[in-house]
Nanobody
Framework: QVQLVESGGGLVRAGGSLELSCVAS????????MRWYRQVPGKQRELVAS???????NYADSVKGRFTISRDNAKNTVYLQMNNLRPEDTTVYYC?????????????WGQGTQVTVSS
C-alpha cells in the first residue's frame, strides 16, 4: 500500500503564495505520474497540474503562469507552488500518484488539504 500525506495548505490573502507538498510512503517500487487535483463542493474534481516521471508538466488553463508543479523522486514528493492566488482558488486540494508496489500500478489519493484565499 501507498500512503500520501499532504501539507502546506492554509489561509492567504489574494495575491499571496502557498506551497503544497505531498509525500508518498510505503512499499513503493516506482512512481509514474504525480498530480494535484482540487474539488469545489458540488462540482467535479478538477485536474490542476500533473508531472510525469520524466518531468513533463501539464496545467489547467486557470492556473497556467501562476502555479508550478515539481517533484523530488529521491523523496517521493510532489510540490505545488501557487503564486498570485485568487479567491476562486479556494477549495480542497488533493494529491494523486500512480505508483507500483507489489501490485500493478494504480492511483492513490491523499486526504486533501484546504486552501483559502481571502479577497
Amino acid at each position: 500500500q501507498v500512503q500520501l500525506v499532504e501539507s502546506g495548505g492554509g489561509l492567504v490573502r489574494a495575491g499571496g503564495s502557498l506551497e503544497l507538498s505531498c509525500v508518498a510512503s510505503g512499499s513503493i517500487f516506482s512512481i509514474n505520474a504525480m498530480r494535484w487535483y482540487r474539488q469545489v463542493p458540488g462540482k467535479q474534481r478538477e485536474l490542476v497540474a500533473s508531472i510525469t516521471s520524466g518531468g513533463i508538466t501539464n496545467y489547467a488553463d486557470s492556473v497556467k503562469g501562476r502555479f508550478t508543479i515539481s517533484r523530488d523522486n529521491a523523496k517521493n514528493t510532489v510540490y505545488l507552488q501557487m503564486n498570485n492566488l485568487r479567491p476562486e482558488d479556494t477549495t480542497v486540494y488533493y494529491c494523486n500518484v500512480q505508483a507500483r508496489t507489489t501490485w500493478p500500478a494504480r492511483d492513490y489519493w491523499g486526504q486533501g488539504t484546504q486552501v483559502t484565499v481571502s479577497s
